[in-house]
């Protein structure tokens, strides 16, 4: 059973846009904001907690030798990185990269975040792609991020880009390859299917590691709209469901963003409604980077996953 947590060493996810609940950590920055003690607080917590795998947001944070025009300053070196990851593991915690590839949370990607799909960009990818694998030691999975890409979530932004139809499935195809071609697990955000869903079942390979997510309370018979902020009209908690049915392994998202009651609800109502054998864990989103500013956010996060994972028996 995996047990993640998802940890930023970079945030820059969003460019010129910062949302009202999140001050101004939604800025793309030029330097690299990571508070160490406070990563290593969390790490000691999750130990307790019984959780087994970080999933690091590396964007622009550690020094590509590929690409030297991509980190930011006091990004992490080479070395600094290899300590970092032998020390997790030595804790019992299997790291996993994640970049987020998609139009909508890329700034991290510099200036080739508005050439996307074109040669450039790809071959920008793939090279990224192929020194975190190297660095990482062939992890597991590799979290490709693909969430949001439509308008709708970037109309604060001052630039817009969005793939639509064959190309979003072309890039999509074209980053997933980069990483099962090496042997590894591709994972994304699994919302894509809300507002595609013949698509997404036709074209989705099994073979790809689904994370959907829900951030209110999940309850009731399934019929939750999420579309109050995004204006979406699908149900949100029944893709759960509907996933499992369809034969994709997932690995639920639970959070605090919210409501900490997400946790245990999001659970139970996957233990409830769908298969033990497709759901290889839960992974705890605290949405926040790793900054003392947010430490009381980051343990409100892990003490509720804590005692979900002490009520379901998870561990």
Known sequence: MILANLLHLSYNMWGDWAHPKAGPYWQARPYLRFDEKLWNDILSAMVKAKMNMVVIDVGDGIQFKSHPEIPVENAWSRGKLKDELKKLRDMGLEPIPKMN?????????????????????YQVCKDLIAETIEWFEHPRYFHLGMDEEETVHQERFQFVCSRQSDLWWHDFGFLSDQVQSQGITPWI??????????????????????????????SGSGAIVYGSVFNMNVTAAKTYIDVDQAGYDQIPAVSNYETPDNIPNTIKWCRDHCSKERIKGYFLTPW?????????????????????????SLA
Not at 101 to 121: E, G, N
Not at 291 to 303: G, S, T, V, W, Y
Request: proline letters at 5%; aromatic letters at 18%; a positive charge.
């Open 288 to 312: 926040v980077p790793t900054l003392e500013a947010k430490r009381e956010r980051h343990f409100d996060a892990i003490n509720h996953f804590a005692a979900a994972i002490r009520d379901f």
């Open 101 to 121: 590839f998609s139009a909508c949370h890329d700034i991290w990607l510099k200036q080739y975040s508005r050439m996307v799909s074109t040669p450039q960009y």
């Open 189 to 218: 955000w699994g919302d894509y299917v809300w507002n595609h869903l013949e698509k997404f079942y036709k074209n989705m390979p099994r073979t790809v590691l689904q994370s959907n997510w829900y951030r209110d309370p999940v």
